[in-house]
């Protein structure tokens, strides 16, 4: 089992920024991806962005490149998301993933943060 436990969620204005952080505990796997998903009031949950293990390969939804940074520290067992130049669509239950490298789904999953940005 891995439990992961979101945080640094909160109100912003357009054009901030927010730092999101997930820390993993538990089972401790060698190849692993971790992920940020969100979820928008009546939409579906989208994928954000994603990072293996080490830290070799990012990837993003396109419409959050370039503003968005994904990261990580093994050292914390720790994931973060850097959100710069937030817009409202940006609003959503941000929740934190786990799964194994190679495989498509994602085995767990944290309780999730809101995010609110205003207008």
């Known amino acids: 089992q891995v439990q992961l436990v979101e945080s640094g969620g909160g109100l912003v204005q357009a054009g901030g920024s927010l730092r999101l952080s997930c820390a993993a505990s538990?089972?401790?796997?060698?190849?692993?991806?971790m992920a940020w998903f969100r979820q928008a009031p009546g939409k579906d949950r989208e994928f954000v962005a994603d990072i293996n293990w080490s830290g070799s390969a990012k990837y993003y939804t396109d419409s959050v490149a370039g503003r968005f940074t994904i990261s990580g520290d093994n050292a914390k067992n720790t994931i973060y998301l850097q959100m710069t130049s937030l817009k409202p669509e940006d609003t959503a239950v941000y929740h934190c993933?786990?799964?194994?490298?190679?495989?498509?789904?994602?085995?767990?999953w944290g309780q999730g943060t809101q995010v609110t940005v205003s207008s």
């Open positions: 538990g089972r401790t796997y060698s190849y692993y991806k």
């Open positions: 993933a786990f799964g194994l490298f190679g495989l498509a789904k994602y085995d767990y």
